[in-house]
């Protein structure tokens, strides 16, 4: 076995957020570039993710899948980088990375696809209801500049990652805290050099324009 670390990605998917944490810790990797129609439902890559959904990570022949799996997974396997919790932080940390996978993700989804349950079914669903998953992201990140407190940590790659995508699509509102908290996320190093080199992908994978 080898610690060798793949990514699975495409350049316009959430594998920008993995992108980003392998950025921050400074990883050794190599990236795979998944095509949506072929290469991700092909049977090699179903055998990394049955999901057939990028990203994943490979590393030392061990499949992460799940952004903010592979975010907590790097920031363990890479502890130098000190993106893991330190024990005072581990409550509010998993606390809002997980806030962030379930509830954020499904009540903005569900929103956007005009799914909306009735009063009486908001008790059934683990957010509850769109309008209070807002109002308490709005409450968490008006209270401090980071989820797990005053330091940069693995959950703020994901879910500067996730309010950036959802404010940026209209799926969340661009309130003051949100776009406060995107801004100091988003103006980090490694964010800025993650995101030219899948931009630079993007524009690499564009088929080149015919001649007139
Ligand atoms: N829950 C997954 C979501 C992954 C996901 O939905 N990826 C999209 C791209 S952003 C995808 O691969 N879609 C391809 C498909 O479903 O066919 C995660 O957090 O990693």
Redesign the pocket.
């Known amino acids: 076995m080898t610690d060798e670390l793949i990514l699975y990605t495409?350049p316009?998917?959430?594998?920008r957020?993995?992108r980003w944490m392998l950025e921050e810790v400074g990883a050794t990797y190599r990236v795979d570039v998944l095509d949506?129609a072929t290469t991700?439902?092909g049977e090699a890559y179903l055998a990394i993710n049955p999901?057939?959904?990028?990203?994943?990570i490979v590393h030392g022949g061990k499949v992460v899948?799940?952004?903010?799996?592979?975010c907590a997974y790097l920031a363990d396997a890479y502890s130098d980088a000190g993106l893991a919790p330190l024990p005072e932080e581990r409550a509010d940390y998993y606390r809002w990375m997980f806030y962030a996978?379930g509830p954020v993700?499904q009540a903005a989804t569900n929103q956007a696809a005009a799914f909306v349950a009735g009063e009486d079914k908001s008790r059934m669903f683990g957010y509850g209801t769109y309008d209070l998953v807002v109002e308490v992201l709005d409450g968490l990140l008006s209270s401090r500049p980071y989820a797990a407190g005053v330091r940069f940590t693995a959950a703020d790659v994901y879910l500067g990652s996730q309010i950036g995508w959802l404010t940026m699509f209209g799926m969340l509102p661009k309130r003051d805290s949100f776009m406060a908290y995107v801004e100091r996320v988003q103006s980090r190093e490694a964010y800025k050099r993650a995101w030219a080199m899948d931009d630079a992908l993007v524009a690499e994978l564009q088929p080149a324009a015919e001649p007139v």
């Not at 316009?12 to 594998?15: A, D, H, I, L, T």
């Not at 999901?51 to 994943?56: D, H, I, L, S, T």
């Not at 899948?65 to 592979?70: F, G, L, P, R």
């Open positions: 495409n316009q998917s959430r594998g957020i993995v949506y991700m439902k999901m057939g959904k990028v990203p994943a899948t799940e952004c903010a799996a592979i996978a993700e």
